[in-house]
Nanobody, 127 residues
Framework: QVQLVESGGGLVQAGGSLRLSCAAS????????MGWFRQAPGKEREFVAA????????YYADSVKDRFTISRDNAKNTVYLQMNSLRPEDTAVYYC????????????????????WGQGTQVTVSS
């Protein structure tokens, strides 16, 4: 069992930066791929970024590529999402997730690959 708690959200002006953190409980954190997803009002939850259990492989949605960076520290049971050059369209609730998409035969971009989800943290970007 893994429990996830996100932090770091807030209100920022367009062009600004935020760093989200996701702290995980449980000794198995280092065995899971980690993902960040977001959900804007009236829209479906969408993939943002993912990182393999080792941190060696990272994946990004086209909309955030070159602006966001995902990383993890397995010694601290924490995954991060550094968000730069924020835009109003990045406004959403951001969720972190843990799972094993490859063992389920799904892409890392699929919500189906993740067993555990945090409660989410609000990110609001003003224009």
């Amino acid at each position: 069992q893994v429990q996830l708690v996100e932090s770091g959200g807030g209100l920022v002006q367009a062009g600004g930066s935020l760093r989200l953190s996701c702290a995980a409980s449980g000794r198995t954190f280092g065995t899971y791929a980690m993902g960040w997803f977001r959900q804007a009002p009236g829209k479906e939850r969408e993939f943002v970024a993912a990182i393999s259990w080792s941190g060696r492989n990272t994946y990004y949605a086209d909309s955030v590529k070159d602006r966001f960076t995902i990383s993890r520290d397995n010694a601290k049971n924490t995954v991060y999402l550094q968000m730069n050059s924020l835009r109003p369209e990045d406004t959403a609730v951001y969720y972190c997730a843990a799972g094993s998409p490859s063992s389920k035969g799904v892409a890392v971009q699929s919500r189906l690959g993740y067993n555990y989800w945090g409660q989410g943290t609000q990110v609001t970007v003003s224009s």
